[in-house]
């Protein structure tokens, strides 16, 4: 049993951690690729513990609330998408939520209000549409804080990146290209790390939807480096949620 603290630096939503910067915690745990499943909201600047099970899988409990489980997993997506740095640059001026608009401007990910070096700051915006289905893209350029003590930035910290693009790419119609504003949160993430870049290395997300079935939206993001090396990818569950539950007061 390992003792996990999600610091309030690492919120999503005001008052619980960021999913995917929670489920990078837990799949530390996990050789290889990891499927990660949000159970409850994770509670900030709470002691949660990381237990593995009978079955190979893993927990984050709260007390007796199961948080979060974790399981290895294949991950392996059909198509995978990149750009180049200029173009992710470009994209961000086309991002679908303006700031002033943001339903979550505090997330340490995507949130407008969060300064630079402290939230990751990643806005993906439409990049066009590719293989009959709309893109988007990111830049991001990880600061120092986010190192590990091996000197390359944390892999919580690249499920992070791959997080939030992943839940705007499920507010992207297929069909239409049009971008609707229902609040989401995420419900399971699954990701595998090809290898982690260092503090100030300029990289590249990529995300596209791939289906939407009732309240649960899908989609798929790609992490590289500004040589087109393969970092990461990932794949993301969302849940279409009323707005008082997106903020934890429902």
Not at 8 to 35: M, T
Not at 72 to 89: G, N, P
Request: aromatic share 6%; glycine share 10%.
């Amino acid at each position: 049993m390992t003792e996990i603290i999600i610091d309030k630096r690492f919120c999503g939503p005001p008052n619980s951690g960021n999913g995917g910067y929670v489920c990078g915690r837990l799949a530390q745990h996990i050789p290889g690729g990891a499927e990660v499943t949000l159970r409850a909201p994770p509670p900030l600047d709470t002691p949660l513990d990381a237990v593995a099970t009978d079955d190979g899988t893993w927990e984050l409990r709260d007390g007796a609330k199961v948080v979060a489980t974790g399981r290895a997993a294949r991950v392996e997506l059909a198509r995978v998408e990149t750009t180049s740095f200029e173009q992710a640059c470009a994209a961000e001026l086309l991002t679908p939520v303006k700031p002033h608009e943001h339903p979550l401007p505090t997330c340490f990910v995507c949130g407008p209000a969060r300064a630079k070096g402290d939230g990751l700051r990643i806005f993906a915006g439409s990049l066009g549409r590719h293989a009959h289905a709309p893109v988007l893209a990111a830049s991001w350029t990880p600061d120092p804080n986010l190192a590990a003590e091996d000197g390359f930035v944390a892999p919580e910290f690249l499920w992070s990146a791959l997080d939030c693009p992943t839940g705007f790419a499920c507010n992207c119609d297929p069909q239409s290209d049009s971008y609707d504003k229902t609040p989401l949160l995420l419900g399971r993430m699954s990701a595998r790390i090809e290898a982690r870049p260092s503090p100030g290395d300029r990289c590249i997300i990529t995300a596209w939807p791939t289906g939407r079935d009732g309240r649960k939206r899908s989609a798929e993001a790609a992490l590289h480096d500004e040589s087109g090396k393969l970092l990461a990818v990932a794949r993301s569950t969302w849940i279409a949620v009323e707005r008082e539950i997106q903020l934890g007061r429902g």
